[in-house]
């Protein structure tokens, strides 16, 4: 079956420092692979995917991840945390068109 | 305008009652989606259109319909409410299959007591 595992339920980190957010994922072929976050009482709002090409990509708010196939991991990092980064993350992977699977999501906490 | 809207935010309703959660997208995609995301923010895949046809129904109780009059619109169903149907529900679009990011709606909450 196709997953996502986010390792980590709650990140925390001090405002300044850099901040890395797990993922890894068992899907099958080439996924796509994504970042989202939620603000609490909002909607799932897209940060950043990977499709093909460069191994890292860039995301919006400064964010960035990098894809590694060897290791089927999808970690997303800021090199600068802010306390307004304080939210639920979600990394998911298209499951070929069908859907989209999520991981179970993990909270980050910037400290100030 | 709102990419992604979804009526009502809030739905709050006894147990064994009928209820809809409409959405509508305003982005010109071709595929809809809807989520459950339970009380520990789990976010689980219930159904996806395409071009108003079904692609996915998830093991969902057929208690939950969903309807999708065009490519803009697709509407949630819910007969005989049950307390374990409370949980937030996200309407998303996206492009098409495998096109790119789903985008979602501000979600909404259902209480059923």
């Known amino acids: 079956a196709q997953s996502v595992a986010q390792p980590e339920d709650q990140v925390n980190v001090a405002e300044g420092n850099p901040l890395t957010v797990k993922c890894t994922y068992s899907?099958?072929?080439?996924?796509?692979l994504f970042w989202y976050v939620q603000y609490p009482n909002r909607g799932l709002q897209f940060l950043l995917k990977?499709?093909?090409?460069?191994?890292l990509v860039k995301g919006s708010y400064g964010f960035e991840a990098e894809f590694n196939k060897s290791q089927t991991s999808f970690h997303l990092k800021k090199p600068s945390a802010l306390v307004s980064d304080s939210a639920l993350y979600f990394c998911?992977?298209?499951?070929?068109?069908?859907?989209?699977?999520f991981g179970p999501g993990t909270r980050l906490s910037v400290l100030p | 305008d709102t990419a992604v809207s979804q009526t009502p935010k809030y739905l709050v309703t006894q147990m064994g009652n009928d209820k809809s959660i409409k959405c509508e997208q305003n982005?010109?995609?071709?595929?809809m989606y809807w989520y459950k995301q339970d009380s520990k923010k789990f976010l689980k895949i219930m159904f996806s259109?395409?071009?108003?046809?079904?692609?996915i129904n998830e093991t969902v109780p057929n208690r939950f319909s969903p309807k999708s009059p065009d490519k803009a619109h697709l509407n949630l169903h819910i007969n005989s409410l049950e307390l374990g149907d409370s949980a937030v529900y996200f309407c998303?679009?996206?492009?098409?299959?495998?096109?790119?990011?789903?985008?979602f709606g501000e979600g909404s909450r259902l209480t059923v007591l």
């Open positions: 899907v099958s072929g080439n996924p796509y």
């Open positions: 990977y499709i093909t090409g460069d191994n």
């Open positions: 998911a992977a298209d499951n070929y068109g069908q859907n989209f699977v």
């Open positions: 259109y395409n071009n108003k046809e079904l692609i």
């Open positions: 982005l010109g995609h071709d595929t």
């Open positions: 998303a679009s996206s492009p098409g299959l495998r096109s790119g990011e789903l985008f």
